[in-house]
């Protein structure tokens, strides 16, 4: 491996560890940097860091890398790395130096499919837009998601949410989500959901433990509180469990878009951190089936598009809504990554 790819190893989980230390997640940032160090003990992670053919950071690298360590640490391979995300010793490297060597073909398996952290602390800003859509057509919803993954979004419904004092969705439910709330808070309005499908390339069933298992490994392991809801997330699923296809986004939506929709209905599509792992056709095509079934909305057939993304330099996650036939957008928000404050704009 030459200098150059070993200082692009070093600098993506760097860059990671800076982040995760800025939203309040220590422990990562140092197991991140303690991993650019150890990283020429593990030569396979070590080459998918150097040759990665796009963006590493659009595709998440280190957050793969990150999920591919917990997940080590979660089973006990090797007993320091486990001992370590336990808090029973402070020696990073050479906790994850072992890890490494030990867990090289595992780690690098893993890295290979995109994060699905299938995060529901997100909810809280969907379902914020989907009540200024309420207000504004006075319709149920008919959902359409990209990049489902678990389906734990598909049933946002049937969470509870408290917006800056506002509450909002199911008050009994297990699944509490509380943001920070900055700005004034959202008109009330009911989160009514007659219909909810997504899509996604591998979907995952909250039934399956291994599923439940990758999923958990992708929380930050200094985030217990987030690791719990999702747990109760987990559970609700089970009960009620979402409708996921396998397919591709855009052949889906553009199929899905095209079906008729009922009267007295509004139609949303939303997605969350998706549009960076789409290639740029795929984007293009996402973006012209929406437009193109937004042509066609009228306010007994309004058409809703939420999207939960960073901004294109990724300085920023904005929360926007354009709503259809006008075609209107606006930002109504913006997010941390995980959802845990939202800057009210609406």
Request: with cysteine.
């Amino acid at each position: 491996m030459n200098m150059m790819a070993k200082i692009a190893d070093q600098s993506e989980l760097c860059r990671q560890a800076g982040i995760a230390r800025a939203l309040g997640s220590p422990f990562v940032a140092d197991v991140l940097e303690a991993s650019h160090r150890q990283l020429r003990k593990a030569p396979r992670t070590a080459d998918l860091f150097a040759n990665w053919p796009c963006d590493p950071s659009a595709a998440a690298l280190a957050m793969r890398f990150n999920g591919a360590l917990h997940a080590l640490a979660r089973r006990g391979m090797p007993p320091a790395l486990k001992a370590l995300y336990r808090r029973e010793h402070d020696d990073y490297d050479g906790a994850i130096g072992a890890a490494l060597v030990a867990g090289d073909d595992f780690i690098a398996e893993w890295m290979r499919d995109p994060p699905q952290t299938n995060e529901v602390g997100r909810a809280a800003a969907i379902g914020a837009a989907l009540m200024v859509a309420r207000r504004k057509f006075g319709l149920p919803f008919e959902l359409l998601e990209l990049g489902s993954s678990c389906g734990l979004n598909l049933n946002l419904a049937r969470y509870a949410y408290d917006l800056g004092g506002l509450s909002a969705g199911t008050p009994d439910s297990p699944v509490r989500i509380a943001p920070e709330w900055r700005g004034s808070r959202p008109a009330c309005a009911p989160i009514e959901v007659l219909a909810a499908r997504g899509v996604d390339l591998k979907p995952l069933d909250a039934g399956d433990e291994k599923t439940r298992e990758r999923l958990l490994s992708f929380v930050w392991a200094d985030q217990p509180k987030r690791a719990r809801r999702l747990q109760y997330a987990l559970a609700v699923a089970r009960r009620h469990p979402p409708r996921i296809d396998r397919a591709d986004a855009p052949s889906w939506l553009a199929e899905r878009l095209a079906s008729p929709q009922e009267t007295g209905r509004c139609r949303v599509v939303f997605h969350s951190m998706v549009l960076q792992y789409l290639t740029d056709d795929d984007r293009a095509h996402v973006l012209d089936a929406i437009c193109r079934a937004g042509a066609e909305a009228t306010l007994e057939r309004p058409l809703a598009w939420i999207a939960f993304e960073w901004t294109p330099e990724r300085s920023e996650v904005r929360l926007s809504l354009t709503c259809w036939p006008t075609g209107e957008t606006r930002t109504l928000a913006i997010c941390h990554p995980y959802g845990d404050w939202i800057d009210w704009r609406g």
